[in-house]
């Protein structure tokens, strides 16, 4: 788990903060490397999962690209350095000030949501005398066997074109003479472990494949999204998740075509092992029917839990006691403010130090303001002595 040393370092900080250790980071991004980039990949990190300057510069380093969804995160890849011809932008809602900037910057990619979102950028783009790079996002309608707030690529979902559009956007393509489309795009969910909605994923885009070739489109890119799942209930021995097998499924499975690159976007697989939220008991209270440890981190800090049922690996850093049964809950006005239900830890008194595992993506950028609460610190592994 942590080493005494680095408790120690936690005990004399003031809580809540998030600790990052760059061990595990570096060592999740050599598998990348090893089983993804090696073979001519392109992987781009999804910076909605987090987007810490120190991490990113991490990610850039390790030859990864950028995956944005709002012009605020286009412009942190610019900042952090990220080559522009390695950044790609989503999201079904791109503002006019967001696309203006993805055109300015002659990013790599727009992944296009929607027809009207085509006819948008083409006028934008013109207007910019600048031709734009679309993919275009398609909806596989592939079930993603995941919690029903993190599946993104059904029909009825709000992401992406349905397939029952797709011949009359290929129809009006070649008359929006300021987009040049250069490829399709996926992404069916977050947080899957199961790795048949994968093999289902590209059945689906190796005949949309065919089918866009066969109409006389030449289209270089096949990005497949992310959403590859980590392991929340056993971060320490499954720190890194199975590289070798996600990238071993797409090599198998994908027909690339010989102008063809397969492209991800991968958040959560990156950096979801290598953050912990640390938190301290502030109060215990013990009822006939349930046992509460209060502690001072809540659902501003990481959400998941309250958002999506999310259960995240609970250890306590400074009790060795007996076991007992616990409701570990936030300070925050609301029920929903509860990291878990009924959970067997050693016995806790005021004071002690605890850490929710698998903090990494999707928490400290979701965190928020609300009851007024002050801003986390973050702390990294490389400045504990
Ligand atoms: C969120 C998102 C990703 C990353 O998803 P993970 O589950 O974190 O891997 C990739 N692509 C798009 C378009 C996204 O919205």
Same mark, same amino acid.
């Given at each position: 788990?942590?080493?005494?040393?680095?408790?120690?370092?936690?005990?004399?900080?003031?809580?809540?903060?998030?600790?990052?250790?760059?061990?595990?980071?570096?060592?999740?991004?050599?598998?990348?490397?090893?089983?993804?980039?090696?073979?001519?990949?392109?992987?781009?990190?999804?910076?909605?999962?987090? !987007? %810490?300057?120190?991490?990113? &510069? @991490?990610?850039?380093?390790?030859?990864?690209?950028?995956?944005?969804?709002?012009?605020?995160?286009? %412009?942190?890849?610019?900042?952090?350095?990220?080559?522009?011809?390695?950044?790609?932008?989503?999201?079904? *809602?791109?503002?006019?000030?967001?696309?203006?900037?993805?055109?300015?910057?002659?990013?790599?990619?727009?992944?296009?949501?929607?027809? %009207?979102?085509?006819?948008?950028?083409?006028?934008?783009?013109?207007?910019?005398?600048? $031709?734009?790079?679309?993919? #275009?996002?398609?909806?596989?309608?592939?079930?993603?066997?995941?919690?029903?707030?993190? &599946? $993104?690529?059904?029909?009825?979902?709000?992401?992406?074109?349905?397939?029952?559009?797709?011949?009359?956007?290929?129809?009006?393509?070649?008359?929006?003479?300021? #987009?040049? @489309?250069?490829?399709?795009? /996926?992404?069916? *969910?977050? %947080?899957?472990?199961?790795?048949?909605?994968?093999?289902?994923?590209?059945?689906?885009? !190796?005949?949309?494949?065919?089918?866009?070739?066969?109409?006389?489109?030449?289209?270089?890119?096949?990005?497949?999204?992310?959403?590859?799942?980590?392991?929340?209930?056993?971060?320490?021995?499954?720190?890194?998740?199975?590289?070798?097998?996600? /990238?071993?499924?797409?090599?198998?499975?994908?027909?690339?075509?010989?102008?063809?690159? @397969?492209?991800?976007?991968? *958040?959560?697989?990156?950096?979801?092992?290598?953050?912990?939220?640390? $938190?301290?008991? #502030?109060?215990?209270?013990?009822?006939?029917?349930?046992?509460?440890?209060?502690?001072?981190?809540?659902?501003?800090? #990481?959400?998941?839990?309250?958002?999506?049922?999310?259960?995240?690996?609970?250890?306590?850093?400074?009790?060795?006691?007996?076991?007992?049964?616990?409701?570990?809950?936030?300070?925050?006005?609301?029920?929903?403010?509860?990291?878990? &239900?009924?959970?067997?830890?050693?016995?806790?008194?005021?004071?002690?130090?605890?850490?929710?595992?698998?903090?990494?993506?999707?928490?400290?950028?979701?965190?928020?303001?609300?009851?007024?609460?002050?801003?986390?610190?973050?702390?990294?592994?490389?400045?504990?002595?």
């Amino acid at each position: 788990m942590f080493p005494s040393e680095v408790t120690d370092f936690f005990s004399a900080q003031k809580t809540p903060f998030y600790y990052y250790d760059l061990d595990v980071l570096n060592a999740t991004l050599k598998e990348i490397k090893k089983h993804g980039l090696s073979k001519g990949y392109h992987v781009h990190f999804a910076l909605k999962a987090n !987007n %810490q300057p120190k991490i990113l &510069t @991490l990610i850039k380093k390790a030859g990864l690209g950028a995956d944005c969804v709002s012009g605020g995160e286009v %412009q942190r890849a610019i900042d952090i350095g990220f080559s522009a011809n390695e950044i790609v932008f989503a999201g079904v *809602g791109k503002s006019n000030d967001e696309i203006e900037l993805g055109l300015k910057h002659d990013i790599f990619c727009f992944n296009c949501e929607s027809p %009207q979102e085509l006819e948008v950028l083409n006028e934008l783009a013109g207007k910019q005398g600048k $031709t734009a790079r679309i993919a #275009l996002r398609l909806n596989p309608d592939v079930e993603a066997d995941t919690h029903r707030y993190i &599946t $993104t690529g059904l029909n009825e979902n709000k992401f992406g074109i349905n397939a029952s559009d797709l011949d009359e956007v290929l129809d009006r393509i070649p008359e929006l003479k300021n #987009l040049k @489309l250069i490829g399709i795009h /996926f992404h069916i *969910g977050s %947080q899957i472990e199961n790795f048949t909605p994968f093999e289902v994923l590209c059945d689906r885009a !190796n005949m949309l494949n065919d089918h866009i070739e066969n109409r006389g489109f030449k289209i270089s890119v096949i990005n497949v999204g992310g959403g590859f799942g980590i392991n929340y209930a056993h971060p320490n021995d499954n720190s890194i998740p199975d590289f070798k097998r996600f /990238f071993g499924l797409f090599e198998d499975n994908i027909k690339l075509k010989d102008h063809q690159q @397969l492209h991800f976007e991968l *958040g959560r697989s990156v950096v979801g092992q290598c953050g912990s939220l640390i $938190t301290r008991v #502030l109060f215990t209270k013990y009822g006939e029917s349930k046992n509460f440890a209060i502690v001072d981190a809540g659902m501003t800090e #990481l959400i998941r839990p309250a958002l999506y049922q999310a259960a995240h690996r609970i250890d306590v850093l400074t009790s060795a006691k007996r076991n007992k049964n616990y409701d570990v809950v936030g300070p925050i006005c609301e029920s929903s403010d509860t990291f878990r &239900t009924d959970i067997s830890i050693p016995e806790v008194e005021r004071g002690d130090l605890i850490a929710i595992r698998s903090a990494g993506a999707y928490g400290e950028v979701m965190r928020s303001a609300y009851n007024l609460r002050e801003a986390n610190a973050t702390v990294y592994s490389d400045e504990i002595e």
